[in-house]
T-cell receptor, first 113, second 113 residues
Framework: AQSVTQLGSHVSVSEGALVLLRCNYSSSVPPYLFWYVQYPNQGLQLLLK??????LVKGINGFEAEFKKSETSFHLTKPSAHMSDAAEYFC???????????FGTGTRLQVFP | DAGITQSPRHKVTETGTPVTLRCHQT?????MYWYRQDPGHGLRLIHYSYGVKDTDKGEVSDGYSVSRSKTEDFLLTLESATSSQTSVYFC????????????FGEGSRLTVL
């Protein structure tokens, strides 16, 4: 069965600092992995996804994530945080590579000036 | 904009009453999903649909039923609401099979007293 674990329910960084949000997955098949972002009072929107091919994937707003099979990880990074990055971030894995997604519990990112 | 509208956006009801949430899409997509979002649990799949009258259960389907008599509408019903069903409910669609990219509505906040 597939699952994801997000380490840290809250992460705080200063504006301009590196953002690192951690996600580890479990999957019995080669996984499809996703990061979604949720701004206050909104639905989720896709940041980036990994299906096959290049293990470093780039998404919107300067975010990127690297698929590391040996570590079963898919951590999300951004070199320099901006105030507008404050949101909740969800890692997800697809169930048997279908459109049914299993979401992590989320990490709330706070950015301080 | 995937043209997803959820109604009602906010509802307060009492234990034991029936509640129906509606998801309406304007783009004629086949695949639709209902998720609930709770603190500490992330998003969990309730039910999904691959077409008219083609629905199936997700991981937390107990106490919920769905119907899809038209492509554009996916209804979620709580036959007898309980306090444990207080949550934010999100409808989502995908534009193609196995893309993993979900487009979410803005959510329906349900409070069961």
């Amino acid at each position: 069965a597939q699952s994801v674990t997000q380490l840290g329910s809250h992460v705080s960084v200063s504006e301009g600092a590196l953002v690192l949000l951690r996600c580890n997955y479990s999957s019995s098949v080669p996984p499809y992995l996703f990061w979604y972002v949720q701004y206050p009072n909104q639905g989720l929107q896709l940041l980036l996804k990994y299906t096959t091919g290049a293990t470093l994937v780039k998404g919107i707003n300067g975010f990127e994530a690297e698929f590391k099979k040996s570590e079963t990880s898919f951590h999300l990074t951004k070199p320099s945080a901006h105030m507008s990055d404050a949101a909740e971030y969800f890692c997800a894995v697809s169930v048997g590579n279908t459109d049914k997604l299993i979401f992590g519990t989320g990490t709330r990112l706070q950015v301080f000036p | 904009d995937a043209g997803i509208t959820q109604s009602p956006r906010h509802k307060v009801t009492e234990t034991g009453t029936p509640v129906t949430l509606r998801c309406h899409q304007t783009e004629n997509h086949r695949y639709m999903y209902w998720y609930r979002q709770d603190p500490g649990h992330g998003l969990r799949l309730i039910h999904y649909s691959y077409g008219v009258k083609d629905t199936d259960k997700g991981e937390v389907s107990d106490g919920y039923s769905v119907s899809r008599s038209k492509t554009e509408d996916f209804l979620l019903t709580l036959e007898s609401a309980t306090s444990s069903q207080t949550s934010v409910y999100f409808c989502a669609i995908t534009t193609g099979r196995y893309t993993g990219e979900l487009f979410f509505g803005e959510g329906s906040r349900l409070t069961v007293l």
